[in-house]
């Protein structure tokens, strides 16, 4: 039986080539992939290689899909089941495992090959957990945001998002929308979102529950927040964006004793900002960064989409067909949309 995959023959070169369909492992599954985002790695992986992977790496990763083989071996999944994949594998033993961060794990197998009609899941994958069941009313499109709202979770656990507090989410990309939803969800009184762009700031107003919306290319943010504040600053800053200046005026926003999140990268030609340490050391507010989800915050978020505490459906601004792959990344790439998906 045959099927169609995009191969990555080369920094930005990309070609559908139609295959077999790969055999089943033992202990593992095949899954048909119903629906795939696209995200920043693959596009990072399209352009120039990374380095979590090597070339040629199977692009495409946060999918779902239907199981169509089973592989011998104890196992819980049955042909038609309905899944989602982690594509994070800890190793399982080294003393970041050991210790519970298992999304700072040096040794993680990652699964990918999401942009094809099918993908074999090996048995580690599916013997660690990393392959979940996801429920009938759960669309396939919707969870496809599993992955990206894991993460979300992991950066919330991080600053302790408490009852009553003000939380401002600087980027309204899809991400930024997660964050303001989780946010309001977790009970802060007021989410603040703020971006440069205003098209984005139009399509994202309803679908992110903020209470204040701020273009920030048109209005001063860090007065604009101090006057929203009485000048005490908000608790919880979220830097949704790979913006150092953006960092920096997060620094600047947060109130004493309050938590700056840095769960976007910066640019690696120049990842370095300027820290007021004497601001810190005075205020008293704390930094920290956000990198990637465990396996528990992989199920709990596919818990908030099952439950509909978190809305995602609207997030997909554009599908594409496989045979279109390199469009949906360029597309990703130019930040035309919101969430990006490729549907084979």
């Keep these: 039986m045959k099927m169609k995959k995009a191969v990555l023959q080369g920094p930005g070169q990309v070609e559908v080539v139609e295959m077999d369909v790969p055999r089943c492992p033992d202990g593992g599954v095949v899954v048909k992939v119903e629906a795939c985002a696209v995200c920043g790695t693959d596009v990072e992986n399209f352009l120039h290689g990374q380095r979590m992977s090597q070339l040629p790496p199977d692009l495409g990763h946060e999918l779902t899909g239907v199981v169509s083989e089973v592989g011998d071996g104890r196992q819980h999944f049955r042909v038609g089941d309905r899944v989602a994949l982690n594509q994070s594998v800890p190793c399982g033993e080294c003393t970041d495992c050991e210790n519970g961060y298992e999304n700072l794990c040096d040794h993680t197998t990652r699964v990918g090959g999401g942009f094809g009609e099918y993908i074999s899941i090996p048995a580690l994958a599916v013997q660690s957990g990393n392959l979940l069941k996801i429920p009938d009313d759960?669309?396939?499109?919707?969870?496809t945001h599993a992955e990206a709202l894991a993460a979300v979770v992991n950066s919330h656990e991080l600053i302790d998002v408490k009852l009553g507090d003000t939380v401002l989410v600087i980027g309204a990309g899809a991400v930024g929308c997660l964050h303001?939803?989780?946010?309001?969800?977790?009970?802060?009184s007021r989410v603040i979102l703020s971006d440069i762009n205003a098209e984005r700031l139009d399509l994202i107003k309803?679908?992110?529950e903020a209470d204040l919306i701020i273009n920030s290319s048109t209005e001063d943010l860090e007065a604009r927040i101090k006057a929203e504040t009485s000048g005490h600053g908000v608790d919880r800053v979220i830097v949704a964006c790979s913006s150092g200046v953006a960092q920096e005026q997060a620094l600047r926003m947060v109130a004493k004793r309050g938590t700056v999140s840095m769960f976007g990268?910066?640019?690696?030609?120049?990842?370095w900002i300027k820290f007021d340490s004497n601001d810190c050391h005075y205020r008293e507010f704390f930094v920290t960064g956000a990198f990637a989800y465990s396996r528990k915050q992989f199920k709990m978020a596919l818990d908030l989409l099952a439950?509909?505490?978190?809305?995602?459906?609207?997030?997909?601004?554009?599908v594409f067909p496989l045979d279109r792959v390199i469009e949906a990344m360029e597309t990703m790439k130019q930040g035309a949309g919101l969430k990006v998906l490729v549907v084979p």
């Design 265 to 271: 990268f910066t640019h690696k030609e120049w990842p």
């Design 307 to 318: 439950r509909g505490a978190v809305k995602t459906e609207e997030l997909n601004t554009h």
């Design 138 to 143: 759960l669309s396939f499109r919707a969870g």
């Design 180 to 188: 303001c939803q989780l946010a309001k969800a977790e009970g802060a």
């Design 206 to 208: 309803e679908l992110s």
